[in-house]
């Protein structure tokens, strides 16, 4: 009735389901109801009535539970989640029992012992957001508990959850490591400002202090790192053919579907260090390590090789593969079918290797290509300007050497981005016509196909059929990190923002320690364009740590605080910018949508004293 009263009351809400639940069932329906009502009667609904949380609700493989504290409900959550992690120790990926959960806190309305509102809609979505064995929190839960709990807040920024009206502000959550790990020496860690306290711009060339690493949970298939292996050739020089080596042999591994990969960038920043293979599981997020060496001696190549299970440190299997230099990339196949049928041996991993389509029979070529690739990153004038010279001796010696042909393009997109290019329409003409090249020789590589398309894309092809490339590539390649961070780029030139960021973030999990820091400066791009302009700039502040010379992290961090309407601070990083770039760069026309561009222009106009940015 109209006059009737409704129950309200503030509360923390916490909903929590089981990851995988679906697949579960229907490896085994019955074992995964009974472990399910054990795991109830055990674990949860004793952690519970601990912590004075009343359950609200129930569904096959979920829960809805109101506290009356934050606090309770997030000690309650991390207590669940670190003894869940123990059940699970020895248990096997594909049936392991992992639970995500969410917790909010707002105003809910009470009904015949339900409870309703937006709040709890809220916690929904952040259960939903949450890893398996995750926490997900919004920013009024983090606030409450930081610094009363023995607990680490990552901030994800602002995220649009459906069917609320409002961004929420989304933070995941760690327990903090007992014995913790020494920081990375400055330079080599991600930085992360406290709630509310962006972090200051870095002197040229400089970072901040590094955060510690967070857990990752395994994902839901057998997971796998490649190291980068030892150079026994005693030849210093030789480094460069030892890690080309790893780079094809995670390439062959990632064409096998059911395999996650964790990408090169990633894997190398482990590069002369001495390796916890555990700690490495942890921060990388994977079952399975594989270690090794590469000697070359004259014409003579021998790679060994070591799978090691990252929770119990166990040797898997080891062997040796010798051969010629010619036989190099059957070598590799060797190596990467042996580590598949260790993993997952009922699988047919040979039929993957035998599509894999081989560069170029020229090792000479080859071995140009290897010397540019493994300077690539971080990109800078110098570095591309000597890469595509290597590049085209490799493509003059081999005019169909589609890995040369593509990434020579990328370094005619780059110096026509950066604003290097002494002629600018020449550089668009030059890597168009090495990308066109490329793609016509490319078969199936999926390397090949996106690096193609990438600056096919940005020189201004048709970016509805470039996207289609990428995506065919990315289904048939799933683990593929680039082709994923691609296709969240050209999703982003298109306009297609929330999928763009989507795609980039996926990009991120498979390669999470990537130094060539570029998410932040692309998912800022994605909060500007959405006009989510503090998002923006909280995830631009990082990028123009991580990639001081890189224009493109300037131009949208100060249009970003001019459309806030923080004219000293916009005009401070025009300022810097101004030290190495222009402020309209080249790139302008590669955004598609016209909003997208009169979005940047009028916030850079403004940055300038130029003009007044839109409402």
Known sequence: MAGERVERRLAAILAADVAGYSRLVGIDEEGTLAALRRLRRELVDPRLAEHRGRIVKTTGDGLLVEFASVVDALRCAAET???????????????????????????????DGDIFGDGVNVAARLEALAEPGGICVSARVQEDAAGRLDLDFEDLGEQALKNIARPVRVYRVAAKDPHPNPPPPAGKGEVRAPSGHPPPLAAEG?????????????PDKPSIAVLPFQNMSGDPEQEYFVDGMVEEIITALSRIRWLFVIARNSSFTYKGQAVDVKRVGRELGVR??????????????????QLIDTESGAHLWADRFDGSLEDVFDLQDQVAISVAGVIEPTLQVVEAARSARRPTSDLTAYDLFLRALVNFFPPSQERVIKNLALLEQAIERDPNFGPALAWAAICHLRSHQDGWASDPNRA?????????????VAGSDPGVIVNAAYPLAYFGEPIGAMIALIDRSVLLHPSYARGWYLSGVLRLMAGDIDRAIADIERSARLSPRDPVGTRSMLVGIGHFFAHRFESAARELEQAVQERPRAPLGYRFLAASYAHLGRLDDARNVIDRLCMFAPIIGEDMLSWRRAEDRQLLESGLQRAMGEGVAPE
């Open 288 to 305: 399975y390590v594989l270690e090794g060496s590469v000697r070359k001696a004259g014409n003579r190549v021998r790679i060994t090789g």
């Open 428 to 440: 668009r003409q030059q890597g168009v016509e090495l990308a066109q090249q490329a793609l016509r």
């Open 81 to 111: 989640q670190r003894e869940m992690a123990e059940r699970n120790a020895g248990v096997t990926a594909e049936r392991r029992i992992e639970l995500r959960i969410g917790i909010h806190q707002g105003d809910i309305v009470v009904e």
């Open 206 to 218: 400089g970072v901040g202090v590094a955060a510690a690493p967070v857990a990752l949970a395994l």
